[in-house]
């Protein structure tokens, strides 16, 4: 039972570099989100899609970019890494109709550090 | 967007103590998910309340939602070191359904000496 898969763990990054951060989910989600949490700021949403070929920006989506090619896949893409983008990166799957009390399941992260 | 607010910060409580965490929201709470995190893991759920006055119990941690729908409150009871970690609230905006996107508060950390 895989869930949300994440990779890579941890990864170090100069500035001005880029990067691509991989999500995959097998529970056959229409959706997925990714998020970043830095101290004390619990986690902020960066995009999220609601299908193949839809997403949407959310709350801190500067930097960032995303593109939903198949259900599965959500990757995440810094085309130029700062150091205000060191963070743990999540991202999340979930179905369109929750009426169980588990509709959103999370990877275990990356950490990412820019140097 | 929605805006979520946890309190308090942080909480020190002896083992052994009840102790209670609000999160309050800008707008009326839909979807409302409490989460579980040890320091540099992922997020374990814990609840998720839909319902105006609903309460939900998973052994000694209990969540609810209140009649207005616009505060959660996670209450521990005779809390363990077991229970230390940061805890969050996430909202999702809609009934019965998601829209695919949480919006989370600050969260609240949680320490509990022997």
């Known amino acids: 039972n895989a869930g949300v898969t994440q990779t890579p763990k941890f990864q170090v990054l100069k500035t001005g570099q880029s990067m691509t951060l991989q999500c995959a989910q097998d529970m056959n989600h229409e959706y997925m989100s990714w998020y970043r949490q830095d101290p004390g700021m619990g986690l902020r949403l960066i995009h999220y899609s609601v299908g193949a070929g839809i997403t949407d920006q959310g709350e801190v989506p500067n930097g960032y970019n995303v593109s939903r090619s198949t259900t599965e896949d959500f990757p995440l893409r810094l085309l130029s890494a700062a150091p205000s983008q060191t963070s743990v990166y999540f991202c999340?799957?979930?179905?369109?109709?929750?009426?169980?009390?588990?509709?959103?399941?999370f990877g275990s992260g990356t950490r990412l550090t820019v140097v | 967007s929605q805006e979520l607010e946890q309190s308090p910060q942080s909480l020190i409580v002896q083992e052994g103590k009840n102790l209670t965490i609000n999160c309050t929201s800008s707008k009326t709470l839909y979807g409302l998910y409490w989460y579980k995190q040890k320091y540099g893991e992922g997020l374990i759920f814990l609840m998720m309340l839909q319902k105006g006055g609903e309460e939900k119990s998973h052994e000694k941690i209990t969540a609810k939602l209140d009649e207005k729908k616009q505060q959660s409150s996670l209450h521990i009871t005779a809390s363990q070191p077991s229970h230390a970690g940061i805890y969050l609230c996430?909202?999702?905006?809609?009934?019965?359904?998601?829209?695919?996107?949480?919006?989370f508060g600050r969260g609240t950390q949680l320490t509990v000496w022997p």
């Open positions: 999340a799957s979930s179905y369109s109709k929750n009426f169980d009390n588990n509709g959103y399941t």
């Open positions: 996430g909202a999702d905006g809609a009934w019965g359904s998601t829209l695919g996107r949480l919006y």
